[in-house]
């Protein structure tokens, strides 16, 4: 039981965990204070269901549509990135980078945002669920956080997690365009064998000048705080 209690509050806290051994984490606090107000049916919907939807109809749905009629590769890359500015700091940019460009491998591999709205859901809604139960039991997770330390062991740990979680999140992939067909053409995309616009940039005036005020904003923030 011990062991169980243990490995649960290192999975409640590791989703932020390797950003924040660089950056503060700006999004636990409201996180907690959700907890506190809130029953876990609420706190779902809120910070799991919604999220789910709007982001994944927006950033898979519509733009990330757009710009994978100019270059998919690159496409893919730009969604990740601005998947990570629209988190509006460091800690959480960090690894919504990396989902975001996973979550547009997943539209390729299934054709649906669906799918990645249910992906979505389920990583958001786990990591505030195991939050809740953490919270509620009476564990202090900031302190669990601190307690773990900056050691290079630690830090190496995270790592070869994260990419054990890389390797496991590709095969998965590859098995979803398999099922859908769609592996070839995936194959296609990231060989640069198929393009659909080479001579139009997909770094326009606007998208430039937005990246530039997100990044301002996020600077700000993080001295700030």
């Given at each position: 039981?011990?062991?169980?209690?243990?490995?649960?509050k290192?999975?409640?806290?590791?989703?932020?965990?390797?950003?924040?051994?660089?950056?503060?984490?700006?999004i636990s606090n409201t996180i907690y204070d959700i907890i506190e107000k809130n029953n876990v049916i609420v706190g779902v919907i809120v910070i799991a269901l919604l999220p789910a939807i709007i982001e994944e109809v927006l950033f898979r749905g519509v733009i990330y549509t757009a710009h994978r009629r100019i270059n998919i590769?690159?496409?893919?890359?730009?969604?990740?990135?601005?998947?990570?500015l629209l988190h509006g700091n460091f800690n959480q940019f960090a690894y919504a980078f990396v989902i975001g460009m996973f979550f547009?491998?997943?539209?390729?591999?299934?054709?649906s945002v669906l799918s990645t709205i249910i992906c979505h859901f389920i990583i958001n809604a786990n990591s505030y669920?195991?939050?809740?139960?953490t919270m509620k039991s009476g564990e202090d997770t900031k302190a669990n956080i601190e307690n773990i330390g900056y050691s290079c062991q630690n830090i190496l740990f995270m790592f070869l997690v994260a990419v054990i979680a890389f390797c496991i999140s590709i095969v998965i992939i590859m098995a979803m365009a398999k099922i859908n067909n769609s592996f070839d053409e995936i194959k296609g995309y990231m060989k640069g064998?198929?393009?659909?616009s080479k001579n139009v940039n997909i770094f326009?005036?606007?998208?430039?000048?937005s990246i530039i005020i997100s990044?301002?904003?996020m600077i700000v923030a993080e001295f700030s705080s």
């Open positions: 039981m011990a062991g169980f209690k243990s490995a649960f290192l999975a409640s806290i590791f989703e932020p965990l390797i950003s924040m051994f660089f950056v503060k984490n700006q590769k690159m496409a893919i890359i730009v969604n990740g990135f601005l998947f990570g547009a491998l997943v539209v390729e591999a299934t054709k669920v195991m939050s809740y139960i064998k198929i393009y659909f326009s005036l606007n998208l430039v000048v990044f301002i904003i």
